[in-house]
């Protein structure tokens, strides 16, 4: 079927935005625009592993609006004590501190000793924060533990910053104003607090007391020794002491203070405590009911699945009203107070859906990220695309309703390969070293695409393989750092064990094959033409964007024919290796075939004209021969193989011509992207009158499949009937205006106020 309007996308990028509605807001919040190097980076942006922390013990006092004598109000004052070792033999020592006033340092040796000091000094090259403290005479030995001495006075900050020490605050339910004082040390924060090896490779434990006023409560990674005792001298003033935590990197120090309440998971959940803690009203109403009880299943599914003991003596979760998404800090993990605050009377049930995938997502990271850790930041996509990827086997395993083993292709896959194909994509393993690097890597590149890239792993070993290679990783690597040829070690063994390394092309190991994926930026379009008039098919890969590279990828590839059953597993039929452009395959003439069952390799498939067409009459004729995410992939390849040029738009469209009979919402979900930028840049009320026209019949019949009052229906469902409700009332249908216009008033006024 032609449409009238389809010349209109010739102006239409490939993006995927969001819904004339948004009923579905992002968990997560990442920067866009990685920053490439100019010039030559000195290694010096690291320590180097030449001083090496153990111990960390804190005081910092806390001062926010009302400040005691001698204090300034928003500092923060702060004496640390830090246990360390030498690797080799120096006469200085060099750490991390930016932006802190009333620098001291003291040094003693393990007898309790003074070393002479000379006065620090700061680094010429401003942006490596570091500060070198020179001896004054002699030099450090190794083998020897040295305890740095160090006061500092750093400023909480409240200029809209949300990193290090910051303030927040929250309304009361009278319109009071209550203050917060929150921590962000991720990536290289800690720093702007206290001098420290601020190095996520250089993990030590750490023993904190705070001193606050006493209106506020104080929680902290470790757990809290007794009740606040009163400061000496200091009247209205307190202490809280925390545990020692375990050794963890510096970028996972936190602690919050505030006028706070918590709610404790329900007995049974989980072995350890698990509390929610916010604001009393909140605590009162019960909107941290939902996220605690999610929180204290999640932490007893990763434990069973990986064969773990959570470590930490407890979980607390907080809310910050003023803070991008979420931090996964041990102990304390740090939320944005919509992200964890869900009323069953008032809010949607995306709300539910997004503070399931958020709260999943912090907890995977207690193993991948806090128990094993990148060694340096070139490799946070073992950090965040583990836990990106573990989130959605989480949200599956406690709340299958929203079906997110599903949901993940238009989640994460779909975003990725849109993102991978664009001007900013970078290679997993990335080169950040500078502060401004380091942050911008925090990418749709390492974490969906890093989430992808495991799930296509997880396929080509099997899930049983996968599984046992993760177990062994985060056995071997605990409370270390590691780097990606460290999982590739341990996931080669069970590989070798089971039996799978058959299935690999010849001459290859998982470091050879994914290699091929973490190295380079971009990813393959793998196309499928008939060969000769006996059926056989050439497949072939090619650089999707990026085309003067001439590196390729070992490309796993499954096989579904109009006549095979559906697969077993996804171990691959076939490779297509890096250097190998092109394969044959034996099929029937007339009889169409389909490469990549289930979107599980990290890639774009485009069929001839011939096969295109055979695919198009199965999906009229009956869409369930062909699996719903091989759907939702075939119909998102080809819209953005039209938006590069690859192919007319009419190929894409005619795709959808069979949607009367579709009723897999992560099938619909990509027609919802798709057909918004085409709606989007209509001028006429010709051209709306003919999208209306083609998409409103699709939309009724799906609403009248799945009810349009339908009361009964949980997570994903509803959330599609949502979805379907808001494009019908956008496309003025008569039925669902009034009812539509209901959502959205509920939508706009009844959200939790963060």
Request: net charge negative; hydrophobic share 40%.
């Amino acid at each position: 079927m032609k449409i009238t309007f389809l010349f209109l996308l010739l102006a239409v990028g490939g993006s995927i935005s969001h819904p004339p509605l948004q009923i579905e807001p992002s968990p997560r919040f990442r920067p866009v625009n990685p920053v490439k190097h100019k010039a030559p980076v000195s290694p010096l942006y690291r320590l180097n592993d030449t001083w090496i922390p153990s111990t960390y013990v804190v005081e910092i006092k806390v001062v926010l609006d009302n400040a005691p004598a001698g204090e300034v109000p928003y500092t923060a004052r702060s004496r640390v004590q830090i246990s360390f070792t030498v690797k080799e033999r120096v006469n200085s020592i060099t750490l991390h501190a930016n932006l802190l006033t009333g620098l001291a340092f003291r040094l003693t040796n393990e007898a309790g000793v003074d070393i002479p000091l000379s006065p620090y000094v700061v680094d010429k090259e401003v942006e490596k924060h570091f500060l070198h403290i020179p001896l004054l005479s002699g030099v450090l030995e190794p083998g020897v533990t040295y305890k740095l001495h160090a006061e500092s006075l750093a400023s909480i900050f409240r200029d809209g910053r949300t990193n290090a020490l910051y303030l927040s605050s929250y309304l009361t339910e009278f319109g009071d104003t209550k203050l917060i004082a929150a921590t962000q040390m991720e990536a290289y924060h800690l720093r702007q607090l206290l001098p420290c090896f601020d190095e996520p490779d250089l993990k030590a434990t750490f023993t904190l007391d705070l001193i606050y006023e006493t209106k506020y409560k104080a929680i902290a990674n470790g757990e809290t020794i007794g009740q606040p005792i009163p400061e000496p001298g200091l009247v209205g003033w307190v202490r809280s002491k925390f545990t020692t935590t375990l050794k963890m990197p510096t970028y996972l120090f936190a602690f919050t203070i505030a006028e706070y309440e918590y709610v404790t998971a329900d007995a049974g959940l989980f072995a350890k405590p698990v509390r929610v803690w916010s604001t009393p009203n909140h605590i009162r109403d019960g909107l941290g009911n939902y996220s605690v009880n999610l929180t204290a299943k999640l932490l007893s599914f990763f434990d069973t699945f990986f064969n773990t003991t959570y470590p930490m003596e407890k979980v607390d979760s907080a809310t910050v009203t003023h803070k991008s998404s979420a931090m996964e800090n041990w102990g304390l993990i740090l939320y944005r107070t919509d992200l964890l605050m869900y009323s069953p009377l008032v809010s949607l049930e995306t709300s539910k859906n997004a503070i399931a995938s958020i709260v999943s997502h912090e907890v995977a990271h207690q193993n991948f990220g806090n128990l094993v850790t990148c060694k340096w930041w070139s490799e946070i996509w073992l950090n965040e695309g583990f836990a990106t990827y573990l989130s959605y086997m989480g949200v599956d395993a406690v709340a299958p309703e929203f079906r997110h083993g599903e949901w993940q292709l238009n989640d994460a896959l779909q975003p990725a390969l849109a993102y991978d194909s664009g001007p900013d994509s970078h290679p997993l393993k990335n080169s950040g070293l500078t502060p401004a690097e380091i942050d911008s890597y925090f990418s749709t590149i390492t974490y969906e695409k890093g989430a992808s890239i495991n799930r296509m792993v997880e396929a080509f070993l099997t899930k049983e393989t996968f599984k046992k290679g993760l177990i062994r990783y985060l056995e071997a690597k605990k409370f270390l750092g590691a780097e990606q040829d460290d999982l590739f070690v341990h996931l080669q063994q069970a590989a070798v064990e089971d039996g799978r390394v058959s299935t690999f092309p010849p001459g290859t190991d998982v470091k050879t094959i994914l290699d091929t994926w973490t190295t380079q930026a971009g990813h393959p379009l793998v196309r499928v033409s008939v060969h000769s008039v006996h059926g056989d098919v050439l497949i072939s890969q090619e650089r999707y964007s990026d085309t003067n590279s001439p590196n390729l990828w070992y490309v796993p590839i499954t096989v579904v024919t109009q006549d095979s059953p559906p697969l077993p597993n996804h171990v691959p039929t076939l490779w297509l290796s890096n250097n190998q452009r092109t394969t044959t395959y034996d099929n029937f003439p007339g009889k169409w075939i389909m490469l990549n069952a289930d979107a599980t390799g990290f890639y774009r498939v485009l069929y001839d004209a011939e096969l295109t067409l055979l695919i198009q009459r199965q999906l009229r004729n009956d869409p369930s021969k062909i699996s719903p995410l091989s759907r939702t992939q075939l119909l998102d390849d080809y819209f953005n193989l039209a938006y590069k040029g690859f192919i007319n738009i009419d190929t894409a469209l005619d795709l959808t011509t069979y949607f009367g009979q579709e009723d897999s919402f992560t099938v619909w979900e990509v027609v919802f992207n798709q057909f918004r930028n085409l709606y989007k840049f209509m001028e006429t009320a010709e051209q709306r009158d003919a999208f209306t026209k083609y998409f409103l019949p699709k939309i009724d019949r799906a609403l009248r499949r799945i009810g349009l009052e339908n009361e009964e229906l949980v997570g994903a469902d509803e959330i599609f009937r949502m979805k379907l409700i808001d494009w019908a009332c956008s496309l003025k249908h008569p039925a669902c205006l009034e009812y539509a216009q209901e959502l959205y008033f509920m939508w706009n006024e009844t959200r939790i106020n963060p």
